[in-house]
């Protein structure tokens, strides 16, 4: 069955890796290998897997809910074995078509007959996995999840493998929306002279020659997970700021960038707070809020690889972008 449902990921393979929506839910099967004291019988498992999404962190929230119905070794009796847990899932950046997982939580184990020592109580449980997209909210997810009890003064364990269709759903993550443009005002024609026109405009060139910077170009790096600005770069920004409140037809477009380390919806978000760091920072040297705009492109456009640290460094940074009116 697993390699029927590869077959259909692998000729997906130009599809782009699934959204971060704010939910998911994964109804599961798999088979579980019980330790051998236990007395128990490998079987078949049944379950869901529920995972939040929304919070602003690396670290995903998930309930896991499993059922199993294991018969003792030597015996005509079955037990009724329920599992409930909940774990933070961590997911890795993409490798081609597959985004690796880790997850870690403790859980609740309750057994209907309580043979061969067998005790109610609960587990630590860590795992690894993956998933392999399909559409832009459905992909195949698989697991291997270790589980480890106390159960009557003596440490068991099982193995649950696991595989299921993870079903995403809820609001994307979106960036804020940059503000709109202030609208054109038509302006009443002025009677003038023109020679007075002309003379005046090129004063005023030679005066602004004379006091604003030259046109700069900021770029900016920041440190891992974060969106504050460092002290080396402070003056950077206050000279951009300068050129801005100079040049009163220029307007800048702040552009937030991030690694690929973490999930696409949290680096979506963290390069917004980039973006909006080095904006409020502009607009307290007194340039006009109206002149900055932000936008938000996260991991999606790299200038370096994501496999060193020294790409990643280079990758999580802020760009301006001049335009002239």
Known sequence: MKKILLVPALLLGTLAFAQDYNYEVTPVIGYNIAEGNLNLDNQVLYGAEMQYNGFNSPIKPELSILYTDADYENSTISTDIYRIALNGVYEYGKFGMIKP?????????????????????????????AKVPFTDAIALKVESVYMLKNNNSR????????????????????????????????????????????ALEKVMEVKAAEVCPPKINLHINFKFDSAEIEQESVGRVNKFADFLKCTPDYKAKIIGHTDSIGSEAYNQKLSQKRADAVRNMIIKDGVPSDKITTSAKGETEPIATNKTDEGRAENRRIEAELTKN
Do not use: C, M, W
């Open 101 to 129: 997982l880790a997850k870690i939580g403790f859980g609740y184990e309750t057994i209907d007959k309580h043979l061969a020592d067998n005790r109610d109580g609960a587990f630590f449980n860590a795992g690894i996995g």
């Open 155 to 198: 440490l068991n364990s099982n193995l649950a493998l696991l595989a299921g269709i993870n079903f995403a759903f809820g609001p994307k993550a979106q960036p804020a929306p940059a503000p709109a443009p202030a609208p054109k005002v038509a302006s009443e024609p002025v009677k003038q002279e023109v020679t007075k026109a002309v």
